[in-house]
Nanobody
Framework: DVQLQAFGGGLVQAGGSLRLSCAAS????????IGWFRQAPGKEREGVSW????????EYAESVKGRFTITRDDAKNTAYLQMNSLEPEDTAVYFC???WGYGFGSLKPENYEHWGQGTQVTVSS
């Protein structure tokens, strides 16, 4: 079974940094794109970033460009989301996910089949 576990969230002051990790198992990790999403209370889930299976392609939501960096370590079956210059608007539960058919990534949640349990990120002003 595909398992994804996001961790590394926490409470941080505005301007601070966090690094989220997504530990994966149950599929060929280096053959799949990985996406990061977030959902704030009362809001729809939104795409934050994704990285291709090779790591050579990435995409970021406009709201996080220049502040967040997505990477992957295939030897550890883990993807990361480095979040810098955090803002209160970044407060949300963050999820990692695998696309349908372990295919290409996108920022659209409907393109993803497998989801992990999220990790809470809270940014105080």
């Amino acid at each position: 079974d595909v398992q994804l576990q996001a961790f590394g969230g926490g409470l941080v002051q505005a301007g601070g940094s966090l690094r989220l990790s997504c530990a994966a198992s149950g599929f060929t990790f280096d053959g799949s794109a990985i996406g990061w999403f977030r959902q704030a209370p009362g809001k729809e889930r939104e795409g934050v970033s994704w990285i291709s299976s090779s790591g050579g392609s990435t995409e970021y939501a406009e709201s996080v460009k220049g502040r967040f960096t997505i990477t992957r370590d295939d030897a550890k079956n883990t993807a990361y989301l480095q979040m810098n210059s955090l803002e209160p608007e970044d407060t949300a539960v963050y999820f990692c996910a695998v696309p349908w058919g372990y295919g290409f990534g996108s920022l659209k949640p409907e393109n993803y089949e497998h989801w992990g349990q999220g990790t809470q990120v809270t940014v105080s002003s």
